[in-house]
């Protein structure tokens, strides 16, 4: 990994972790999901844009049948009693019944995953569970089942391996912080 500040849009960024830490941690989780849905052919369910780049790497290292489809995540305000709708753009499959799995980016607040939760469960999944590359656990506001974390981190704003600082580096293979 670059040992050297990088800077994004008027941001300055250092190393964090390597491409190979994160390897390494995506082993783990995956032999996890390869023992545990052995014989289920899961839905993996991807939450795009930052999404993106752990599911590629997840998704190589999952060794039985499955399938996987990509979602976008529109949030607006609703009603005070509903509070935040969450829309789901992109999920034509029939996901009653099935064995999904979201793959996520990072769970911060849990926010995201919280309203997004019960929007899926309406369709009447066999089980739902979520694998995110990054987790931190300060931060979480919700009471959220996390049983496929890559890697815990603190409470810092993270760059790289999907994840962006208004639009910019999400190519990064290695992840950075704010300098
Ligand atoms: P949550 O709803 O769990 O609070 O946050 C989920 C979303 O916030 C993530 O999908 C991501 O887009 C963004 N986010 C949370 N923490 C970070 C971070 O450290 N870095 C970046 N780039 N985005 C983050
Ligand atoms: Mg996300
Ligand atoms: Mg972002």
């Known amino acids: 990994m670059g040992q050297s500040l990088i800077t994004l849009h008027d941001k300055a960024f250092r190393p964090y972790l390597s491409a190979a830490k994160i390897g390494v941690a995506i082993d783990q989780v995956a032999a996890r999901l390869n ?45 005070e009693s509903t509070g935040k709708i969450q829309e789901i753009l992109g999920l034509r499959e029939d996901v009653q019944g099935r ?4 793959v996520e980016d990072i769970v911060d607040t849990g926010t995201t995953l919280h309203h997004l939760l019960p929007t899926l469960q309406a369709n009447k999944p066999a089980s739902i569970e979520i694998a995110a590359m ?38 990064l293979p290695d992840v950075y912080v704010a300098a």
């Open 99 to 102: 064995d999904i799995i979201l």
């Open 35 to 79: 023992a545990d849905y052995a014989g289920r052919r899961p839905l993996f369910v991807v939450v795009l844009t930052g999404g993106f780049m752990f599911a590629t790497d997840l998704l190589k290292r999952f060794t039985g049948e499955c399938e996987i489809v990509f979602i976008r995540v529109a949030s607006y305000e609703g009603t």
């Open 134 to 171: 990054f987790y931190k656990p300060a931060s979480l506001r919700y009471p959220l089942a996390l049983n496929y974390m890559a890697m815990e981190i603190p409470n810092d704003f993270v760059v790289g391996y999907g994840l962006d600082y208004d639009g910019l580096g999400r190519n």
